[in-house]
């Protein structure tokens, strides 16, 4: 398995890591509402659900963008690069939306979002 398809895998887990920051990080889980007792937490643990939110809409396009680079055939090294790089971003995004660094958290998202760009972009030139 390429270190690209590795990325992905860990992406698609991520939200997990917020969720259960969100759930775990103080007292009062409700596993017989979790939905509610997402919605009624505040501060920290908000923002990791939010995270977790932000983390399963982020998902589909850098997963998408991974597979389509391998299989059009763009130097893996390349993927990997880009791919290792989301990875690491969106979890400084994470933490720094937990952290309540709105602007940090913003600047991350954008870098992050620009290397899935840039994988249909070497997509494109590849072509």
């Known amino acids: 398995m390429s270190i690209a398809y ?12 917020w969720v259960g920051y969100a759930k ?17 937490l505040s501060g920290a643990r908000q923002r990791a659900h939010w995270a977790q939110l932000n983390a399963f809409e982020a998902f589909p396009l850098f997963a998408a963008a991974v597979i389509i680079a391998q299989i059009s055939g763009v130097e893996p ?29 913003s600047l991350l998202w954008s870098l992050a979002l620009l290397s899935v760009i840039a994988l249909f972009v070497l997509t494109a030139q590849h072509q």
């Open 6 to 17: 590795v990325c992905v895998a860990i992406a698609g887990l991520m939200p997990c890591l």
């Open 24 to 40: 775990f990080a103080g007292r009062g889980y409700d596993n017989q509402a979790p939905r509610e007792f997402l919605a009624a």
């Open 77 to 105: 090294s390349r993927v990997d690069a880009l791919a290792i790089a989301f990875v690491l971003l969106r979890l400084a995004y994470g933490i720094s939306y937990i952290g309540n660094r709105p602007t940090l958290r």
